[in-house]
Nanobody
Framework: GQLVESGGGLVQTGGSLRLSCTVS????????IGWFRQAPGKDRYFVAA????????YYGDSVKGRFTISRDNAKNTVYLQMNSLEPEDTAVYYC?????????????????WGQGTQVTVSS
């Protein structure tokens, strides 16, 4: 599978961005997709995930109520709408395909990863 993220950029505190993750090479709606983020010198942390059908979504505690994950299976694309952004949200954001039996909050459960997109929130 191949994943391409887009939509990152520089935004002020309180602003919004929408990230996109377009996936190819897999049966898209068979797979949950997750978003993670990694700041310089830190581990990669879980942000959000969505099941293949889009019925179930999951969020990290730090983004609940501010971020929304969604998917368009006709376009093989997952979105991450990020509102009320804070400087602490600054990181490279990655999307990934959850493998069979993988746990959505753990990076080791994911089979394929994108190259990442930089999000920078200025104070």
């Amino acid at each position: 599978g191949q994943l391409v993220e887009s939509g990152g950029g520089l935004v002020q505190t309180g602003g919004s961005l929408r990230l996109s993750c377009t996936v190819s090479g897999i049966t898209f709606d068979d797979h949950a997709i997750g978003w993670f983020r990694q700041a310089p010198g830190k581990d990669r942390y879980f942000v959000a995930a969505i099941t293949g059908s889009g019925v179930n979504t999951y969020y990290g505690d730090s983004v609940k109520g501010r971020f929304t994950i969604s998917r368009d299976n006709a376009k093989n694309t997952v979105y991450l709408q990020m509102n009320s952004l804070e400087p602490e949200d600054t990181a490279v954001y990655y999307c990934a395909v959850l493998g069979s039996g993988g746990y959505y909050r753990r990076t080791d459960g994911y089979e394929y990863w994108g190259q990442g997109t930089q999000v920078t929130v200025s104070s």
